[in-house]
Structure formats: C-alpha cells, structure tokens
C-alpha cells in the first residue's frame, strides 16, 4: 500500500486563493528522473504497464520548461498529440483518459541545441485490475 498526498495552492492577485489538499491510496508508486539530451526525440520513458484507469496520479516536473521541451503519451503502438511541457503537470485520477489511450510510456523531445533537461516522473497506481 502506498499513499500519496498531494497538495496545490492557487492564489490570484486581488482575487481568491485556493488551497488543495487531496490523499489518495494506492498499490505502487515509481518515480524516475531521465536527462534529455539537447536535440533529442522521443526519448521513452516508461510508465506503468496497464491501463489509465489504474494511475492514481502522474506528475512531470523539468529542469527546463518552454515551447522546446515536447512530450507524447503511448500505449506502445500509437502516440497521443504531442503536448508542450510549459511548467510542472499533474494528472489525476481518471484524467489520464484525456490522452486517448492507456498511458504506458511517455516519450520527451527536447530542441534546444546544447541543454539537457532533467524530467521527473511520479507514477502512483494501483496494480491490481
């Protein structure tokens, strides 16, 4: 069993602030941290091995965000749109859905001509059907 706690703050200038504490239980949880060498493609991360409706939640965090660092969702066969890493992202429960396919890996570019981007992942997932 693995737990995992997850907490957001959102405040806006002059307007209102939100303060997201959520904790989700789970039976696995892995966390990789890749560099992506400038120039890469689709560098292959590995995910989990079954489908979308056992990730409890996926997270990505870099060294470097901006319109050169790329990803893409796979189920192995088929690639979903590719997506800008613009800052840190978190998918939660069932949000997976949105790529359209049983997120297994996912696969980071990155076109910048002579940095490296160091990408964490956190997976945390049920691992039974």
């Known amino acids: 069993m693995t737990q995992l706690k997850m907490t957001m703050a959102i405040a806006v200038a002059g307007g209102p602030t939100w303060s ?25 991360v590995q995910v989990q091995p079954g489908e979308s409706a056992q990730i409890i939640v996926l997270a990505i965090q ?4 901006g319109d050169d660092i790329t990803y893409k969702a796979s189920d192995g066969t088929t690639d979903s749109d590719e997506l800008t890493l613009h800052g840190p992202q978190r998918f939660g ?10 997120v297994k890996t996912l696969k980071f570019s990155n076109a910048l001509a002579d940095v490296t981007a160091t990408i964490q992942v956190l997976v945390g997932r049920d691992a039974t059907a």
Do not use: K, Q
């Open 20 to 44: 997201i504490n959520r904790t989700e239980d789970g039976e696995a949880d892995d966390v990789v941290s890749v560099a992506i060498p400038a120039g890469a493609t689709d560098t292959e």
């Open 93 to 102: 429960r069932g949000v997976t859905s949105l790529f359209g396919l049983d």
């Open 62 to 65: 870099s060294s470097i965000y």
